[in-house]
């Protein structure tokens, strides 16, 4: 004997019985099924007598505006006269090669191509970050051990 559906109610009554007998039978606390669109979870609660409830499907998620990729470039980097040197990857900066030593390349210091301007450690590793042409550091646009990511305006170069 199968219940009758309602218009309304894509469930079929029967189905959740037999899902509520077989909760019982084998003492597990909760099943699921899914069959296309629809999804039925029967779980052991505390609600009426022992009997198990029947949970209703989730919401839909509301929508999310996108989040930003990675932090806004400073204002000089957009407004800088030179080559922007950007991160090759998410990690951390630093601008020494050890704590206590002098800077790679300070603001007004003079570079030669391939030059190491500043190093950034991602999974424990040190990647050294090169000058792409021989010039002078403008202006650095990150900290010594600031987080940066992927694409980010770290040097400027003229």
């Known amino acids: ?3 009758a559906k309602g218009k309304d109610d894509p469930v079929d009554i029967e189905v959740v019985r037999k899902l509520a007998d077989l909760l019982n039978e084998t003492g597990l606390g909760e ?3 899914e069959r296309g ?5 029967v779980a052991r609660g505390s609600g009426y007598d022992g009997y198990p409830m029947i949970a209703a499907p989730p ?3 509301a929508a999310q505006p996108a989040p930003s990729v990675g932090p ?3 204002p000089s980097a ?3 006269k030179g080559d922007v040197v950007k991160s090759p990857m998410v990690g951390t900066a630093y601008l020494q090669p050890n704590p206590g030593a002098e800077a790679f390349g300070r603001p ?8 190491t301007l500043l190093i950034i450690e991602a999974m424990k590793t040190m990647n050294p970050v090169p000058a792409p042409r021989a010039g002078r550091v403008v202006e650095l646009l990150v900290e010594d051990g600031q987080p940066v990511e992927f ?8």
Do not use: C, K, N
Not at 151 to 158: A, C, F
């Open 1 to 3: 004997m199968a219940a």
């Open 31 to 33: 099943i699921e099924v």
């Open 37 to 41: 669109d629809l999804r039925v979870r």
């Open 59 to 61: 919401p839909a998620p």
């Open 72 to 74: 806004a470039p400073s």
């Open 78 to 80: 957009a407004q800088a």
């Open 108 to 115: 007004g210091a003079q570079v030669s191509a391939g030059q």
């Open 151 to 158: 694409g980010q305006p770290l040097v400027v170069i003229e």
